[in-house]
């Protein structure tokens, strides 16, 4: 019974290949991308299911089982790659990224500035009614045919307001 139950749950894995094996290599390819990647994870999954056999219980379908063997092949290989990044950071690299950090939060802080500034003037010089357009346009991402229909003005008022708004914060 004992070599029955062995044989109804072995897996021919050269079938398997044959009739999985692109299957298996886009399932890992969407996750790598990297050819070289793809296919030491694709080789790493076979030689896994070959030696864990024993392991499969015939409970469910071996390509579930397969599939999911690549799965921990594809996130074993990204931790270890992770590592292997972070090894090969030295000292001078991790001063570059500080800095460049640092340079990062500065270029924040100015772009609020300017979105500040940029509000303060929509609030102070540009009527409601364009700057309703000016939201619907550039905040929202609709198109001036969309601001038209919903503020009931002509395509060309919708055009020329938020040229008008937009000139209003490059000037100052």
Not at 115 to 140: F, N, P, W
Not at 147 to 169: D, F, K, Q
Request: glycine content about 6%; some cysteine; hydrophobic content about 35%.
């Amino acid at each position: 019974m004992n070599d029955d139950l062995r044989n109804a749950c072995h897996i021919d894995l050269d079938a398997f290949s044959r009739t999985h094996g692109p299957r298996l290599r886009r399932f890992i390819g969407r996750r790598l991308r990297i050819e070289e990647d793809v296919e030491d994870v694709y080789q790493d999954t076979l030689i896994d299911a070959h030696t864990h056999q024993a392991a499969f219980l015939g409970t469910g379908r071996p390509e579930t089982w397969i599939f999911g063997i690549a799965l921990n092949n594809v996130r074993s290989h990204i931790r270890s790659k992770v590592r292997y990044q972070r090894l090969l950071m030295d000292e001078a690299e991790g001063e570059t990224l500080l800095r460049d950090t640092a340079r990062s939060a500065e270029s924040v802080a100015d772009i609020r500035e300017q979105v500040r500034r940029a509000l303060h003037i929509l609030q102070s010089e540009v009527t409601e009614a364009a700057r309703g357009l000016v939201y619907d346009v550039l905040v929202e991402g609709g198109s001036y045919q969309q601001a038209a229909e919903a503020h009931g003005v002509p395509l060309g008022t919708v055009r020329s307001r938020v040229a008008r708004a937009r000139e209003r914060v490059r000037r100052d």
